[in-house]
């Protein structure tokens, strides 16, 4: 993962290079008067533009205190609250668990303000390293088949993978 963290400088245009399915772009940040938002810029390097859209930011990962598996269900217990509704369904990317099987894209059912369960098939084992959840808006979604854009709100930066 690539970090680059978002620099605010007035009357300057903020941009960086990245890579991208291994192919090399521009990102820029432009301020749209009508939106009254910060836009998202994505240029191949001939100037085409690929993606152009509003600035959303990701909220942090939330470390997992508690991890189940049971009935084919996973049921995590976070730290703190997640801020999801009840009963909602969320798309959530869990990593930093061993067994590596708990790891990856879900689908989370969300039970209360702390817990979410996800379809898990197999027993994984028991929990001996207890990792993450983060519910994460990536910005390049659609564009890329294995790179993503994300950007968190509390620090300024953008996460590129890979």
């Known amino acids: 993962m690539t970090t680059v963290t978002y620099v605010q400088t ?4 903020f941009q960086f290079d ?13 301020w749209n008067v009508f939106g009254r ?12 533009l690929v993606v152009s859209r509003s600035l959303i930011g990701s909220p942090d990962a939330i470390a997992i205190q508690s991890l189940v598996w ?24 869990v990593f930093g668990c061993t ?7 879900v689908q989370a059912l969300v039970q209360d303000p702390f817990t979410l369960s996800w379809p898990l098939s197999a027993n994984p084992g028991g929990v001996s390293q207890l ?10 979604d659609g564009y890329f088949q294995t790179s993503s854009v994300v950007y968190r709100t509390s620090s300024g930066t953008f996460e590129i993978n890979p």
């Open 131 to 140: 990792g993450k959840m983060s519910s994460d808006i990536d910005l390049v």
């Open 18 to 30: 990245l890579t991208l399915d291994q192919l090399s772009y521009t990102a820029s940040l432009t």
């Open 10 to 13: 007035p009357g300057v245009a």
């Open 37 to 48: 938002r910060l836009y998202f810029n994505l240029l191949a390097l001939d100037g085409t």
């Open 99 to 105: 067994p590596i099987a708990f790891n990856g894209q």
């Open 70 to 93: 049971a009935n084919g269900r996973a049921t995590a217990v976070l730290v703190a609250q997640h801020g999801f509704p009840k009963l909602a369904t969320v798309p959530l990317t």
